[in-house]
């Protein structure tokens, strides 16, 4: 069975930072591409990244460039996030996802998310 789970979440002040991991059980992370989103109260889901399976491409959402990083261990079968410089608005569950490729629109996994509350 595929699985997915993420941690590092937890309340963080404006201006503070995090590191999420995503770990897989049940499969090989190597051949697929993870996607980060979130979902904040009363909003749609949004993609926040996405890195490739070799993890020599990376995408992001424009609000989070030059503040959060995607970056993969496949030795250790888990993707991260890293963010900095979090800002109120960012305050949503986030989710990491696996999939065949970034682009694709078909997610085999997903995680249970975890929260990242930013408030001062």
């Known amino acids: 069975q595929l699985q997915l789970v993420e941690s590092g979440g937890g309340l963080v002040h404006p201006g503070g930072s995090l590191r999420l991991s995503c770990e897989a059980s049940?499969?090989?992370?190597?051949?697929?591409?993870i996607y980060w989103f979130r979902q904040a109260p009363g909003k749609e889901r949004e993609e926040v990244s996405c890195?490739?399976?070799?993890?020599?491409?990376?995408n992001y959402l424009g609000a989070v460039v030059g503040r959060f990083t995607v970056s993969r261990d496949n030795d250790k079968n888990t993707a991260y996030l890293q963010m900095n410089f979090l800002r109120l608005e960012d305050s949503a569950v986030y989710y990491c996802?696996?999939?065949?490729?970034?682009?694709?629109?078909?997610?085999?996994?997903w995680g249970q998310g975890t929260q990242v509350p930013v408030s001062s």
């Open positions: 890195i490739s399976s070799s993890g020599q491409n990376t």
């Open positions: 049940g499969f090989t992370l190597d051949y697929y591409a």
């Open positions: 996802a696996a999939a065949s490729f970034c682009g694709s629109m078909s997610y085999p996994s």
